[in-house]
């Protein structure tokens, strides 16, 4: 089965949130140019359609289709995606901020998604959605934004088994700090913006920041730093008594 995929992307103007300071807008098109060539490069993949208005986000990429953004929100951008599919293609919606994600990840999730009629990849909190698909585009019910995944549960998507630590369950959000991206093996469009000198990072101060930076280290082949709760005191060691000083 070959599949559609639409990634709407909102480029230089999205993740707004991204504490990344002035390297926001460059991290927020290469997260996008990741995820699009991921998709360009999956055997599973026909098309790749992408929704946006930046023209920085599809430069220089071969075969990608490219929608104008209707600039009316999420769930607009990715119906002006799905209108230039036929009802009966089988086709998936991809988020745009997805590093992470690799050819085959993407392959595997379709795969599954290819024995469901409708199906959703959840992120790696498990509360919001980085993939709908269905066997139909005229049974996608996107529902995407906070607290998607229960929404499309509701809608008859059924969450496919795909591993906390692939890269298709790693998305960003405000919550990641940026040198996520500097201490994994990112791929040259992620990496080129993330130089020391133009991010601030702020540390995660939550478990699950620590848990979804540490499943998205693991998703590039890194070593994951493993989720730690706040460190025990140290025990005060007991002094030793002094040893008698025998007479000369």
Sequence with gaps: ?????????????????????????????????????AALACEAVERVVVVTGDDAVTA?????????????????????????????????????????????????????AAEEH????????????????????DALRPRFGEGSAARHRAEGHVALPIPAASGLRVDVDEASPTCTWRSTSASAPTRAPCSPARTSPTPPDRRARRT???????????????????????RARRARPARPVRPA
């Design 1 to 37: 089965m070959r599949w559609t995929v639409v990634l709407p992307v909102k480029g230089q103007a999205g993740k707004s949130r991204l504490d990344a300071g002035d390297a926001r807008a460059a991290l927020a098109v290469a997260f996008a140019r990741d995820a699009i060539a």
């Design 60 to 112: 220089g990429l071969d075969g990608v289709e490219v929608v104008a953004d209707p600039e009316a929100g999420l769930r607009p951008a990715i119906e002006a995606g799905l209108a230039t599919l036929a009802p009966e293609a089988p086709a998936a919606v991809v988020l745009g901020d997805l590093p992470a994600l690799t050819p085959d990840a993407l392959g595997q999730a379709l795969e599954l």
């Design 118 to 137: 409708r199906s959703f990849v959840p992120d790696a909190l498990a509360t919001g959605t980085t993939m709908l698909a269905a066997l139909r585009a």
């Design 212 to 234: 979804a930076e540490a499943r998205l280290t693991a998703a590039r082949g890194g070593r994951p730093r493993a989720p730690t709760g706040p460190r025990r005191p140290a």
